[in-house]
């Protein structure tokens, strides 16, 4: 059986949940916390994060690789372009998310929303502050200019990794209680609406919710 290791939560846990999702693929889900692993977890994945992957194949760590090796093993329903140049650009968009856009949504998702929930912590809200005013707004400037002039999509008119792997950070982000100002980033604005009314990321939503219950 397919499986996923990590807390859904997670962006790079729910990135390769929603690909698998996207692809059809069935799959279990261990919710692993990274921060009290299961004795033995370095054998799938040996840096202890998440998300960690196993089939009847092999065992892999990291959501870029881990979606890319499904993307090769299951292209029916794709979500890389076979172009080369739209593949690279791609790629670029996914590689921004996993690197760029986590440095700045993460921070604000662990104090908001972690550090009170799983550490009984208070948040930092002028670490907050400042990641908002100072390192967000770069952030948001970069993919509302990706995004001019596009109808849907970070690139082309399906959805690709792109997508999926932006959206990730983004739905963490509106959990950190931060909105996208439509005043500001139209284009990502309207964009994130469209992604998060997808029936694929409403049902992940949906299903996180009963994390914010109390
Ligand atoms: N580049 C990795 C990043 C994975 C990652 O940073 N996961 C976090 C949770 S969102 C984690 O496991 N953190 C625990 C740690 O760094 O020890 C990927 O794309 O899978």
């Given at each position: 059986?397919?499986?996923?290791y990590?807390?859904?939560?997670?962006?790079?846990?729910?990135?390769?949940?929603?690909?698998?999702?996207?692809?059809?693929?069935?799959?279990?889900?261990?919710?692993?916390?990274?921060?009290?692993p299961p004795k033995g977890f370095d054998r799938v994945s040996p840096?202890?994060?998440?998300?960690a992957?196993e089939?009847?194949?092999?065992t892999?760590a990291?959501?870029?690789?881990?979606?890319?090796?499904?993307?090769?093993?299951?292209?029916?329903?794709?979500?890389?372009?076979?172009?080369?140049?739209?593949?690279?650009?791609?790629?670029?968009?996914?590689?921004?998310?996993?690197?760029?856009?986590?440095?700045?949504?993460?921070?604000?998702?662990?104090?908001?929303?972690?550090?009170?929930?799983?550490?009984?912590?208070?948040?930092?809200?002028?670490?907050?502050?400042?990641?908002?005013?100072?390192?967000?707004?770069?952030?948001?400037?970069?993919?509302?200019?990706?995004?001019?002039?596009?109808?849907?999509?970070?690139?082309?008119?399906?959805?690709?990794?792109?997508?999926?792997?932006?959206?990730?950070?983004?739905?963490?982000?509106?959990?950190?209680?931060?909105?996208?100002?439509?005043?500001?980033?139209?284009?990502?604005?309207?964009?994130?609406?469209?992604?998060?009314?997808?029936?694929?990321?409403?049902?992940?939503?949906?299903?996180?919710?009963?994390?914010?219950?109390?």
């Amino acid at each position: 059986m397919t499986t996923v290791y990590g807390v859904q939560i997670s962006p790079f846990v729910r990135k390769v949940l929603l690909v698998l999702k996207a692809k059809g693929i069935p799959y279990t889900n261990p919710p692993v916390n990274p921060m009290d692993p299961p004795k033995g977890f370095d054998r799938v994945s040996p840096l202890g994060k998440i998300p960690a992957f196993e089939d009847d194949k092999l065992t892999l760590a990291d959501s870029a690789v881990i979606c890319e090796y499904l993307e090769q093993r299951y292209p029916q329903i794709s979500l890389y372009p076979t172009d080369l140049v739209d593949r690279a650009k791609v790629k670029w968009l996914e590689k921004y998310a996993d690197t760029e856009v986590i440095a700045v949504l993460g921070p604000i998702f662990f104090e908001r929303v972690l550090k009170p929930s799983m550490l009984q912590q208070t948040p930092d809200e002028e670490r907050v502050n400042s990641l908002i005013t100072q390192s967000l707004p770069g952030i948001l400037n970069y993919l509302d200019q990706q995004l001019r002039g596009k109808k849907t999509f970070l690139h082309g008119n399906v959805l690709t990794i792109a997508d999926i792997a932006t959206t990730t950070h983004f739905i963490n982000l509106s959990y950190s209680k931060v909105d996208v100002d439509a005043t500001k980033w139209p284009n990502l604005a309207a964009y994130l609406k469209q992604m998060t009314d997808l029936p694929l990321f409403k049902g992940f939503i949906e299903s996180d919710q009963p994390l914010f219950a109390e």
